[in-house]
């Protein structure tokens, strides 16, 4: 039960096998798209401390399940409060936005053409010319650090449709990154 009393006290759902947290609250950061990472890296690194199963191992089962459940959620809220991508997303489904009919909305017709155009260039460029390939890599970045910047202009006015189309910008445009990254890297 102390285990219990202790995440209880971390004001989130602390239900275990309960399908949703607040990773803002488990991190006790604001609910914006701007997050501090050193802040989230310390509270990540503390709550791990505090609540990871092998300090449980000679607990009751329950406390030992409930420590690996919440070792789990503290686990899976680094890893999307810790990537824009995922962090958008959730920002997005908190507010309760249709990510599904988001999708089908698509993104603007210019974006589709530019991310066209880059996806082309990619696909024509040898691998072996790193110059070239680093070159369409901070130009592909450049797009995205725009569809991150339009990200959290939309979630501060509270324009969920405006912020949901740059969220898809910003899953093509991280998707292209990766694709574009020279390899070896």
């Known amino acids: 039960m102390r285990l219990w009393r202790e995440f209880h006290g971390l004001n989130v759902n602390a239900t275990a096998g309960a399908t949703a947290r607040d990773y803002f609250s488990l991190?006790?950061?604001?609910?914006?798209?701007?997050?501090?990472?050193?802040?989230?890296?310390r509270a990540y690194h503390s709550l791990l401390s505090q609540f990871h199963p092998d300090r449980y191992a000679g607990k009751a089962q329950f406390e030992q399940r409930v420590a690996a459940?919440?070792?789990?959620?503290?686990?899976?809220?680094?890893?999307?409060?810790?990537?824009a991508v995922l962090r958008a997303e959730y920002l997005l489904t908190r507010a309760g936005v249709d990510l599904v009919k988001a999708e089908r909305e698509g993104v603007g017709a210019?974006?589709?053409?530019t991310q066209i155009m880059l996806r082309e260039r990619l696909e024509e460029m040898p691998p072996s010319d790193g110059q070239a390939r680093e070159a369409l890599t901070e130009?592909?970045?450049?797009?995205?650090?725009?569809?991150?910047?339009?990200?959290a202009a939309a979630v501060g006015d509270a324009a969920w449709s405006e912020a949901a189309r740059h969220w898809q910008e910003m899953c093509f445009l991280s998707k292209l990154l990766d694709d574009a990254r020279p390899r070896g890297y």
């Open 139 to 151: 130009e592909i970045r450049g797009y995205y650090q725009t569809s991150c910047g339009e990200f």
């Open 27 to 41: 991190f006790q950061l604001e609910p914006d798209f701007s997050v501090d990472e050193a802040a989230l890296e």
């Open 69 to 83: 459940q919440f070792c789990a959620d503290i686990n899976s809220g680094y890893r999307v409060l810790s990537d």
């Open 110 to 113: 210019a974006f589709l053409m």
